[in-house]
């Protein structure tokens, strides 16, 4: 029977102008596809470029992006070198692509904590040198002896310096105080201090001077330009998946009507059409277009009614039911639709097939007294 089926003879069939029809319907139909795919794709991602941001900037927050992009002196100077900074946890490098990310990443409030770590290490260096020193000495002449002494070393130093000058290395700051010595060569009289407040969003709007934030109201007034964003590219992406919707739609059915095309040329040679009621009521706009006269329906005792009007085209003109009203009825999923049910059945009744209530009705009806199928011309067919 699979050699009957129509996918079997659609396949087989040589029509190659129909082919090449059905291909390119469903080229365009799988292009469409793949354009709702990776719209959802951004969808799903909440990703937002940077491109969108700096538009959505320059037109909401015109003067935070001026500010951000012409920072002060020593932030540039500090962008631009990409200085090393130096953590509690370890070395760390500052390596942003450009002035946002900088400022977002709070690079120059970390530097300022390490710079202001490293001028206490340093103050308790000192603190710690002064309580070495004596406090309490007999009388000057005392001092003046410790003084003889040191510029008597000195003076061996320095001869057995110069007998090796290998030895002798510029003497070279200390890694841990590059933070400090970063401010005092650009002559700025102090660290700056290091901001911790905490506004709110409304307050960060109305302040210009972002590099002043702290690096939590950075993260929030960030986030909530990148929710800006992302809200405004929701509703373009919704209108877009609408209109790739209905591209969808007018494709899928442009794919469906050129197989449909194909199917009725088939089903107009034949003679005989055999098919499930399932089958039938998803298919009746088909049905439709080769118009059948007859509509027979094999064991009619088992089949649901709707199923049967379901497959009743405009063009029948005679209905042959074969079957047994008195055996077993349609199956059902719901049991308060069955008709043995003694509270709802009589109201629903919806396994009660067509042929079955016909004849309750008492419709005329002829019955098979012989069973032909028996007989050994035909029987014989499939042993």
Known sequence: MNAYSLDTIMFRQDNPSLKRNISRQYHELKTVE???????????????????????LSFRYPNHLEEIQHPPYWIQQLFDEQVDWITVKGKEKAENKDLLEFWVAGTDIKFLKTAHQQQEKRAKKKGKKKDIQPENLANRFEQLSMVDDANSTTGNDESSSSQKPEEQSEKRPDPEDQTILFFQNLGLPGIPPVPDERRTFAELEEDFQVWKMSAIERRSLHEMWRDAVRH????????????????????????????????????????IVGCTTNGAAKLTSLLSSIQPKVLLVEEAGQVLEAHILASLVPSIQQMILIGDPLQLRPTLANYRLSTDNPRTGPIYRFDQSLMERLSSMKFPMSQLEVQRRMRPTVSNLIR
């Open 232 to 271: 405004r590219e929701y509703e373009s992406q919704a209108e877009e998946f609408a209109n790739l919707a209905e591209k969808h739609e007018e494709g899928r059915l442009r794919v469906e009507e050129a197989n449909n095309q194909n199917k009725v040329s088939i089903l107009r040679k034949a003679s």
């Open 34 to 56: 793949e354009s709702i795919k990776k719209l959802m794709g951004r969808v799903y991602t909440r990703d937002v470029s940077r491109e969108d941001l700096d538009r959505h």
